[in-house]
Antibody, heavy 121, light 111 residues
Framework: QVQLQESGPGLVKPSQTLSLTCSVS??????????WSWIRQLPGKGLEWLGY???????YYNSSLESRLMISIDTSRSQLSLTLSSVTAADTAIYFC?????????????WGQGTMVTVSS | QSALTQPASVSGSPGQSITISCTGT?????????VSWYQQHPGNAPTLILF???KRPSGISNRFSGSKSGNTASLTISGLQADDEADYYC???????????FGGGTKLTVL
């Protein structure tokens, strides 16, 4: 079973750029049909889809964040990355990486444990 | 794009059944049979419990069932158990422009 593990700085200052990495293990990031995704959960709130990327092709983004967000994939390292620029306190959240199967079930059936990011000076 | 609409909370006693609704529009829930549901216990990542409206992944109890009518999908949990107490989220694929929408989540309390 594929496993996902997020990693990141934990604390980011306002106006800076947040960078997160998700490592894919026990499977291939080039798995057929999986769109590798970032999802966040604001404190005490619901889930917000940020975007996803297939191992070949362009990423798709939530339009509300598209101007600040970049998602990329490094197949040689089996890693998914997220960069979010000009962060504010409103970006404080748990960030999850997840696998969305566009072929098998159109659902997020693989999740990382999440990494907490706090935006504060 | 607006989130899908779920009730903020529902409750039920052990053994009872509850239903959580998830309302979207004709562009998302109404247009695709691609609604999924997730269970999230505090401090944990969400877990997929239903996909494509009413299909269960391997290992998920048949106490969880789903349906859809028009722009509204529903999750029913029968024979409520204490461990069902969690947050539940619906999600719909919404085409190649919007892609994915989540509901705001519903907190289930088992009385």
């Amino acid at each position: 079973q594929v496993q996902l593990q997020e990693s990141g700085p934990g604390l980011v200052k306002p106006s800076q750029t947040l960078s997160l990495t998700c490592s894919v293990s026990r499977g291939s990031i080039s798995s057929n049909g999986y769109h590798w995704s970032w999802i966040r959960q604001l404190p005490g709130k619901g889930l917000e889809w940020l975007g996803y990327i297939y191992y070949i092709g362009s990423p798709y983004y939530n339009s509300s964040l598209e101007s600040r967000l970049m998602i990329s994939i490094d197949t040689s390292r089996s890693q998914l990355s997220l960069t979010l620029s000009s962060v504010t306190a409103a970006d404080t959240a748990i960030y999850f990486c997840a696998g969305f199967s566009l072929i098998a079930n159109h659902a997020f059936d693989i999740w990382g444990q999440g990494t907490m990011v706090t935006v504060s000076s | 794009q607006s989130a899908l609409t779920q009730p903020a909370s529902v409750s039920g006693s052990p053994g009872q059944s509850i239903t959580i609704s998830c309302t979207g529009t004709r562009d998302d829930v109404g247009n695709y049979n691609l609604v999924s549901w997730y269970q999230q216990h505090p401090g944990n990542a969400p877990t997929l419990i239903l996909f494509e409206v009413n299909k269960r992944p391997s290992g998920i109890s048949n106490r969880f069932s789903g349906s859809k009518s028009g722009n509204t999908a529903s999750l029913t949990i029968s024979g409520l158990q204490a461990d069902d107490e969690a947050d539940y989220y619906c999600c719909s694929y919404a085409g190649s422009r919007i892609n994915v929408l989540f509901g705001g989540g519903t907190k289930l309390t088992v009385l």
